[in-house]
């Protein structure tokens, strides 16, 4: 699971009388002044205008041109990295600066920007990342046997305080490199330079150095302490890290790492859905954004008589359900307000709400399954926008209703912020929010951005309309290589590439 998200960058002020009219004045500062971000590598584009017809690809334009703005305009003008959240200036995120490598092509097929600009983007982006310092010093660096910190210092590209060394967040990142590596299939200088510091970067990735209790894969890896003392096991977002380490021509893992990572699974039944669990709903899209799942599978979804595809599908509509439901009684859920996931949240507090009291969280690992529930009301629209090719006949009018519902406060220049909570309405209790805004009759706010779930929301319904993220990836070696080791067959997988 994501772990949790340092707020800034930027030290806070301190507490007391200062902090409590921080709180009070930031919904005046950022409500309807975006400002030129202080990272914009050039000026930025024109806010789209809303959607003049009432269609839903009218709608989904205006979301997918606004939530690729988040990367277009953020990117830092020297290294390209992607911050983590916006407007609180904060580090940079190597997960989002992969989501960002994706959004890049999406901005040029659906003309937002030109393929030129796309690829100097590009270009300046991977070249920065392939020749970053790499040491195990605990200052000075930002990567180690090829793997990436999970948060960089967005202007200089090292380390960022004591974070780790991430496999997870390393491998979204590769995903959007090698993405890029494909797109750009041209025979200019540019073009061929993306395509070879792709394969560079894939290939210095030591995976079986990530391997300290093998077969699994470890989480990260600090100078400090050395190996975090988990692996990753079981379904969850980090399915790309080991089909990327088992796709590997350099340094891959054995076979049973597969075997060791399918041991895990869970399956069991949830609001009417037989389906392999994993509670927050970003981690039935992360490995998507960059794989076609239909139609193919491994012998362990095979077993369940499944493919990944049908399972994220089913794993939506039980988060629907889930909302209809309503078993906790939040306000605004429903059939088309729903969707938890790991996103903000207003502040780590305990307030009554109805007969009894509730615990509402900051940024937190969200989600409700068969075998984990944390429901505080808080919805992040991620999770429907993410889910929009598993089921868009309830994914896109939930995006729909919820911009139509909020309007500005959720629903601004980059599209959705990262998450709202309907339920939190306490406006004694407003000095004890974390982050955010509360505004009286509609709820709390979030005011931030977050890279990582703009990526979903754009490459997912950018999948939905077009494909083009996978029918592109489909042509990745790497990617084919690491599917058919783990025992992928059928569907495109079974054609020549």
């Not at 970053?132 to 605990?138: F, I, L, M, N, V």
């Not at 729909?400 to 629903?411: F, K, N, Q």
């Amino acid at each position: 699971m994501r772990s949790p998200r340092p707020r800034s960058f930027f030290p806070r002020p301190g507490g007391g009388a200062p902090l409590v009219a921080l709180f009070l004045l930031l919904p005046l500062l950022l409500t309807g002044c975006w400002g030129t971000p202080p990272h914009a590598s050039q000026p930025l584009l024109s806010p789209p205008a809303a959607p003049s017809g009432t269609s839903d690809e009218a709608f989904l334009d205006d979301v997918s041109h606004r939530t690729f703005l988040y990367f277009w305009d953020l990117a830092d003008p020297t290294t390209g990295l992607i911050p983590d959240r916006w407007p609180t200036r904060s580090f940079a995120s190597v997960a989002a600066t992969g989501f960002g490598l994706t959004a890049y092509p999406i901005g040029a097929e659906r003309g937002w920007i030109t393929r030129e600009a796309a690829r100097d983007r590009t270009l300046k982006t991977l070249r920065f990342l392939a020749a970053a310092p790499e040491g195990d010093a605990a200052v000075g660096m930002t990567a180690y046997h090829g793997f990436y910190y999970h948060f960089l210092d967005p202007g200089t590209g090292r380390r960022f305080e004591t974070v780790e060394l991430s496999t997870v967040d390393t491998a979204l990142l590769f995903a959007g490199v090698m993405f890029a590596g494909e797109y750009f299939d041209g025979g200019d200088p540019q073009e061929r330079e993306i395509r070879a510091l792709a394969e560079k970067m894939y290939d210095r990735a030591d995976w079986t150095w990530a391997q300290p209790r093998p077969p699994s894969i470890v989480l990260g890896w600090h100078p400090e302490s050395g190996f975090i003392e988990s692996d990753w096991r079981g379904y969850n977002e980090a399915m790309l890290v080991y089909l990327m380490a088992l796709g590997s021509t350099t340094h891959p893992v054995g076979d049973d790492a597969w075997s060791e990572w399918t041991s895990r699974y869970k399956v069991a039944d949830f609001e009417g859905q037989r389906y392999l669990q994993f509670a927050p709903l970003f981690g039935h899209h992360y490995s998507h954004v960059w794989i076609d799942f239909r139609g193919i599978g491994d012998p362990a979804i095979r077993k369940i008589g499944l493919d990944y595809f049908e399972n994220s599908r089913r794993a939506t509509l039980a988060q629907r359900d889930w909302a209809i439901r309503n078993p906790r009684g939040w306000k605004g859920f429903g059939a088309d307000v729903w969707g938890v996931s790991a996103c903000d949240g207003p502040a780590d507090v305990e307030l009554p709400y109805g007969a009894e009291t509730r615990r509402f969280y900051t940024y937190a690992g969200r989600g409700v399954g068969a075998d984990f529930v944390l429901d505080d009301g808080t919805i992040a629209p991620t999770a429907a926008g993410g889910s929009v090719p598993f089921a868009p006949e309830i994914a896109i009018p939930a995006l729909r209703a919820m911009s139509e519902r909020y309007g500005e406060p959720l629903y601004g220049r980059y599209g959705f912020v990262d998450a709202f909570n309907p339920s939190w309405s306490y406006p004694g209790e407003v000095a004890k929010l974390h982050h955010g805004r509360f505004v009286p009759g509609l709820g709390w706010f979030d005011t931030d951005w977050l890279g990582i779930d703009q990526g979903p929301i754009l490459a997912m319904i950018e999948n939905h309309r077009s494909g083009l993220v996978w029918k592109t990836m489909r042509k990745n070696p790497h990617l084919r290589r690491g599917l058919m080791r783990a025992g992928f067959t059928g569907g495109w997988l079974d054609e020549a590439p």
